[in-house]
C-alpha cells in the first residue's frame, strides 16, 4: 500500500495546533449527545490523533477505536496515545474505512477530513453501516474540509506556524475535477525568510460537499445538521 501521507506526517501536527483551537471545541459539542453507553466512538482517518485526543477529553472513560490506514500517522497517533495515557480505552485499527469491520454496535463516530480521500462505493458503504450500527440520538460527526481547507486552483497558504528559529507552511492546491481531483499539499520550512526545505504531498481527494454528504445521508435514513462552515452532524431521522 502506498501512504500517501507519508510526506506530511513529519509536519501534521506542528501546523494543526491552531487549526484545533478552533475545531477541537466543535467536536467536543456534537459528542454530547454520544451513547458511550452503548458501544465505543470510531474515529474513522484518526490521522495522528488530533480528533482522537477531544474524543477522549470530550467523553472520559469512553472507549475509542482510531481508524488510521496511514503507518506514518499511525506512528504520531500511537505516541499521542501513550503520551496521553489513554492505551486503556484507545483501540488503534491499521485499516482503510473498507477494510475496517465496525463493531455491531457503536456509541457515535467522527469523520473528520477523510470523505474526500475514500472512493465513492466505499463512502456510500461507510455512510450506511454507520447508520445501521448508530443509536438514536447518538452523532455521525463529519469534517468535509471544502471550505477551509479546499484544493483551490491557485496555491492557498492554509498554514504558517513558528517552531523554534524556523517558520512552517502548509501550501494547498488542487489539479484534476471530479473523481480525479488531487490534492498537493506543499510544507515548507523557512529560516530567515529563505526556503530551507520543502516537501511536496499530492494525495487524491474527491470534490465532495455539504450537499452530496445531506443527499447520502438521507438515503440512509439520516438527517444532516451543519454546526460550523465545513462541518455536519449526522442523526438517525426517527
Ligand atoms: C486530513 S487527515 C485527518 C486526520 C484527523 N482525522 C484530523 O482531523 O486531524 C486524513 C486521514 O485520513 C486517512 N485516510 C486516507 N484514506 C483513508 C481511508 N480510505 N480510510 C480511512 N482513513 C483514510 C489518512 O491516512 C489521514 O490520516
Known amino acids: 500500500m ?17 487549526l484545533w483551537a478552533r475545531k477541537g471545541p466543535v467536536l467536543a459539542a456534537a459528542l454530547r449527545t454520544a451513547r458511550t453507553d452503548l458501544g465505543p466512538i470510531v474515529d474513522i482517518g484518526a490521522g495522528t490523533g488530533c480528533s482522537t485526543e477531544v474524543i477522549a477529553d470530550a467523553l472520559p472513560g469512553a472507549a475509542i477505536v482510531a481508524v488510521e490506514p496511514s503507518p506514518c500517522m499511525r506512528i504520531a497517533l500511537s505516541a499521542r496515545v501513550a503520551l496521553r495515557g489513554l492505551a486503556d480505552r484507545v483501540t488503534i485499527a491499521a485499516a482503510t474505512a473498507g477494510e475496517f469491520t465496525l463493531p455491531q454496535r457503536i456509541g457515535g463516530a467522527v469523520v473528520y477530513g477523510v470523505l474526500g480521500h475514500i472512493e465513492p462505493p466505499q463512502r456510500t458503504r461507510l455512510l450506511a453501516d454507520l447508520a445501521e450500527r448508530l443509536p438514536p440520538g447518538a ?32 501550501w494547498s492546491r488542487g489539479s484534476g475535477s471530479g473523481s480525479a481531483t488531487m490534492w498537493t499539499l506543499t510544507y515548507r520550512v523557512l529560516h530567515d525568510h529563505r526556503v530551507i526545505r520543502e516537501a511536496e504531498v499530492p494525495m487524491p481527494w474527491a470534490e465532495y460537499g455539504l450537499s452530496d454528504l445531506r443527499d447520502e445521508a438521507e438515503r440512509s435514513n439520516m438527517r444532516c445538521l451543519r454546526i460550523a462552515p465545513d ?3 449526522l442523526t438517525h431521522r426517527n
Not at 502506498?2 to 491552531?18: K, N, Q, S
Not at 474540509?145 to 496555491?155: C, G, I, Q
Open 231 to 233: 462541518t455536519a452532524v
Open 139 to 170: 452523532p455521525v460527526v463529519v469534517e468535509l474540509m471544502d471550505e477551509t481547507a479546499p484544493p483551490s486552483r491557485a496555491p492557498l497558504r492554509i498554514a504558517r506556524t513558528p517552531v523554534g528559529d524556523h517558520i512552517y507552511e502548509v
Open 2 to 18: 502506498t501512504d500517501i501521507y507519508a510526506g506530511a506526517a513529519e509536519f501534521y501536527d506542528l501546523v494543526a495546533g491552531p
